[in-house]
């Protein structure tokens, strides 16, 4: 069964940083596509970023570009989200998803989500 988990989230204050991590399992790492997304209260669920599973292509919401960074860790089968220059629009719980093929930005093609990590950006 693909299981994954996020953490890392929490409060900090408008232009602080996380980094958020989705811990996955070798099978999920090494064949699948990942992608973070975020959902704020009364919004529909957003793509954020992704990864393909050779970590070669790395989309970015153009909200986040610039700001946030996608990468893999083959040792630990960890994909991270380090997010810095946070703003109080990031406020939302992100959640960590897994796909077959390549990486997408719509979350309906995701088969396989974290249960999600609170990140509150104060002013």
């Known amino acids: 069964q693909v299981e994954l988990v996020e953490s890392g989230g929490g409060l900090v204050q408008d232009g602080g940083s996380l980094r958020l991590s989705c811990a996955t399992s070798?099978?999920?790492?090494?064949?699948?596509?990942m992608g973070w997304f975020r959902q704020a209260p009364g919004k529909e669920r957003e793509f954020v970023a992704g990864?393909?599973?050779?970590?070669?292509?790395?989309p970015y919401a153009e909200s986040v570009k610039g700001r946030f960074t996608v990468s893999k860790s083959n040792a630990k089968n960890i994909v991270y989200l380090q997010m810095n220059i946070l703003k109080p629009e990031d406020t939302a719980i992100y959640f960590c998803?897994?796909?077959?093929?390549?990486?997408?930005?719509?979350?309906?093609?995701?088969?396989?989500w974290g249960p999600g990590t609170q990140v509150t950006v104060s002013s």
């Open positions: 070798e099978q999920t790492f090494s064949t699948y596509s």
């Open positions: 990864i393909s599973w050779g970590g070669g292509d790395t």
């Open positions: 998803a897994a796909k077959r093929g390549l990486v997408r930005a719509s979350p309906e093609v995701y088969d396989y």
